[in-house]
């Protein structure tokens, strides 16, 4: 029998993919092919054709240098991005893309770097960076675990929402309001790297529930006996990895 696809999209893994973050794309295609589905990656830079169709994306972080090499292509992609964001795609973005889907970035040099305005948020570089483990607590998913690098420090427009509050570790959007990251609609944005989903399942169970619901109007595992057990597996070595963090 065919599996259903899911077309998943890696938003500019040649400049914006540090501390870990392809294994965000590792973990979203693993469970997917866990839970039955059949993950087609498009990995998206600058000057790509625009895949024909997507279900989730995924961004990751970079450094200063790498922002400003897409720029010019994410404000090429921005009316595309906004309208699928409107339209309830479900979307990751870390670090320097949760910057740069906010409305700008002027980084410690004192450059500024637009972005495409999908949240309201702005960030502005600073001197000290904000590096080390990040653990902080979020409505939505529970506590969610994972490492922080950043010079730049985000804020958030009235009423925009973060992703989680920090109460335990770490600096998160500014190290001020103890807020990090954002949220709107099915995108999220933030600071966590880490890999973030491979230590966090419900984030992405989250992303593949909304990215198949939207698209087969249903999310539906169709499993075998040993791919259920895989995702135990998984789930349970996140568990560890969960444990340590907390301790
Ligand atoms: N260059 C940005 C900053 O330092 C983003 C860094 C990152 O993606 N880790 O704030």
Same mark, same amino acid.
Request: glycine residues 12%; proline residues 5%.
């Given at each position: 029998m065919e599996h259903p696809v899911i077309d998943v999209v890696s938003l500019y893994p040649h400049d914006m993919n540090i501390y870990g973050d392809w294994g965000n794309v590792l973990t979203v295609t693993r469970r997917l092919s866990l839970y039955g589905y059949t993950p087609r990656v498009h990995a998206y830079n600058q000057g790509d054709a625009w895949? !024909?169709?997507? !279900?989730?994306?995924?961004?990751?972080?970079?450094? !200063?240098?790498?922002?400003?090499?897409?720029?010019?292509?994410?404000?090429?992609?921005?009316?595309?991005?906004r309208k699928l964001a409107a339209e309830g795609t479900p979307m990751l973005t870390i670090c320097g893309l949760y910057q740069l889907f906010g409305e700008y970035f002027e980084t410690v040099a004192g450059e500024r770097i637009e972005g495409i305005g999908i949240f309201g948020v702005y960030t502005q570089g600073h001197d000290v960076r904000m590096i080390g483990n990040l653990v902080e607590h979020s409505d939505r998913f529970g506590d969610i675990i994972g490492y922080e690098n950043h010079s730049g420090q985000t804020f958030l427009r009235d009423g925009v929402r973060p992703l989680g509050v920090v109460d335990r570790e770490g600096t998160g959007n500014n190290g001020k309001d103890h807020t990090e990251g954002a949220?709107?609609?099915?995108?999220?944005?933030?600071?966590?790297?880490?890999?973030?989903?491979?230590?966090?399942?419900?984030?992405?169970?989250?992303?593949?529930?909304?990215?198949?619901?939207?698209?087969?109007?249903?999310?539906?595992? !169709?499993?075998?006996?040993?791919?259920?057990?895989?995702?135990?597996?998984?789930?349970?070595?996140?568990?560890q990895a969960r444990e340590v963090a907390a301790s």
């Open positions: 895949p !024909d169709h997507v !279900d989730l994306i995924l961004g990751g972080g970079g450094q !200063d240098t790498g922002q400003g090499r897409i720029a010019e292509d994410l404000f090429l992609r921005a009316d595309t991005l949220q709107v609609g099915n995108v999220i944005g933030t600071y966590m790297h880490g890999s973030l989903l491979p230590k966090n399942p419900r984030i992405a169970d989250h992303l593949i529930r909304t990215a198949a619901t939207r698209r087969y109007g249903e999310f539906h595992p !169709d499993q075998t006996e040993e791919q259920r057990t895989a995702l135990e597996r998984l789930d349970a070595i996140a568990e």
